[in-house]
């Protein structure tokens, strides 16, 4: 029984779960990313809980971000990092960090303001498959007597790179959360430019594409083929 608590028994993604998806050739490795998010595991950690608050900190506060940041990185290499992955965790945080400094050149963030959303209301409903969004702040800028918004996404993966593709789609569903989340009220205008997805530890920057018709509809299909094979995804892959 307690077994069957940790199974997705509905189709589920994350957006960059999705993005990786979308991106993926090998049928076999598709269906391990399916795996992955219908079975989770018993003991879910955060790892970069603590680099992304530091760096959403930074952002908000304003003034001079890099000095925000190296200051954030120290501050981690005091706090105290508990468990038997406490180290290891702690320099991942840190590099988490310092890898963020490198990509603040290519983000225009002149003039913004940051904040940090309430992630609940941000999923999407694509083809039977619930897409989780999880925006780790809002941004907001006045260009040309205008009011624009968006958000930016901090993605933390070592080992896994986001390709232009996949980074389109992760952008792309990110300001689809966003637009519908503001539908029916009044608020400022969702700007693809400010759709924003951070691949942190590979120095890559991503924005909602200015056309999408093709992209969404491979995101469509993705999703019809996740939902198609749900059911059918065993714990384990045959090899």
Not at 158 to 163: A, I, T
């Amino acid at each position: 029984m307690a077994e069957a608590k940790r199974v997705r028994l509905d189709p589920r993604m994350s957006n960059h779960k999705l993005g990786s998806y979308v991106d993926e050739a090998s049928p076999r490795e598709r269906r391990r990313i399916i795996r992955d998010q219908k079975f989770l595991s018993p003991f879910i950690v955060t790892v970069y809980k603590r680099a992304e608050e530091l760096i959403s900190r930074a952002l908000i506060s304003g003034g001079d971000i890099r000095a925000a940041l190296a200051q954030a990185e120290q501050q981690l290499a005091q706090m105290p990092f508990g468990g038997a992955n406490g180290e290891r965790n702690r320099r991942c945080n840190r590099k988490a960090v310092a890898s963020f400094a490198t990509i603040l050149k290519q983000l225009d963030i002149s003039g913004a303001e940051f904040w940090r959303y309430d992630r609940q209301g941000f999923a999407l409903r694509i083809e039977g498959v619930k897409v989780s969004v999880s925006p780790s702040l809002g941004i907001r800028v006045e260009r040309k007597g205008r009011v624009l918004t968006g958000a930016v996404q901090l993605v933390f993966r070592q080992e896994e790179q986001l390709s232009l593709r996949g980074g389109s789609v992760v952008a792309e569903l990110l300001r689809q959360s966003l637009v519908e989340r503001s539908a029916g009220t009044r608020s400022e205008e969702v700007s693809r430019e400010l759709c924003i997805v951070c691949d942190v530890f590979h120095g890559q920057v991503f924005q909602a594409p200015s056309r999408s018709v093709t992209l969404n509809r491979d995101i469509a299909a993705a999703c019809r083929e996740i939902r198609m094979n749900w059911p059918s995804v065993l714990q384990q892959l045959a090899a």
